[in-house]
């Protein structure tokens, strides 16, 4: 396992080693210790699928059902998940990288230890997404994307793609906001309570708190 740290936040993530892993083509039941690459799997149901101490390189799971199941130090690189439905899956020790999320729905989805890094969720859904544990986004599009219910208390967002998403009821207190455009947001100013944000983030908050009150400002 290796460790990196986001701003405040410090993730465990795996560390696998190629000569340790079997190359593989088919899900079976399951896959352990496995090196997947330029294998595709669009529009394959899982249920109750568990991946550990794998590496999956340049896949296609697109359009794709996980129903429940499980993610453990796993690497996911250039990986393409657009329109895919994850359901009551938890993710952890997981660092995913350049993968695509366009159009995926999250639903009941557990996180602890995972860095997403340079992917894309633009028009992506999460539903009741929660962290238990350390999360961070970084350098990733989040463009029209919708998060309802989640309760992401302490993540990492940085140098991300924020315009257009919106936030309904999320509980997001300690997240880390720095290095974002804010001004894109769509949200009641309830759903930044506790957030940490830059000295240059400021005007772009006072535009939000403007638009959200409707208040009309004069220069007269």
Request: some cysteine.
């Amino acid at each position: 396992m290796r460790t990196t740290t986001i701003g405040d936040v410090r993730i465990l993530l795996p560390d696998l080693d190629p000569d340790d892993l079997d190359s593989v083509t088919e899900l079976g039941n399951g896959l352990t210790e496995a090196l997947v690459e330029g294998t595709s799997w669009h529009g394959v149901r899982l249920e109750d699928f568990c991946m550990r101490s794998s590496r999956i390189i340049g896949g296609d799971l697109s359009e794709s059902t996980w129903e429940a199941g499980r993610l453990h130090g796993c690497e996911i690189t250039r990986t393409d998940f657009s329109g895919a439905r994850l359901t009551g899956t938890t993710i952890d020790r997981c660092a995913i990288t350049g993968a695509r999320f366009t159009g995926t729905i999250l639903t009941d989805v557990r996180l602890k230890d995972v860095l997403f890094d340079g992917c894309r969720f633009d028009y992506a859904t999460f539903q009741r997404v929660t962290a238990i544990g350390s999360v961070a986004f970084t350098d990733c599009a989040l463009t029209n994307a919708t998060w309802s219910t989640c309760r992401l208390p302490g993540i990492a967002l940085r140098s991300c793609g924020l315009d257009g998403l919106e936030l309904d009821s999320c509980h997001l207190n300690g997240a880390d906001l720095r290095s974002n455009r804010i001004h894109g947001l769509k949200t009641p100013l309830d759903n930044l309570h506790g957030v940490t944000l830059a000295d240059d983030q400021l005007p772009d908050l006072t535009q939000l708190a403007v638009d959200a009150l409707g208040l009309i400002v004069r220069h007269d």
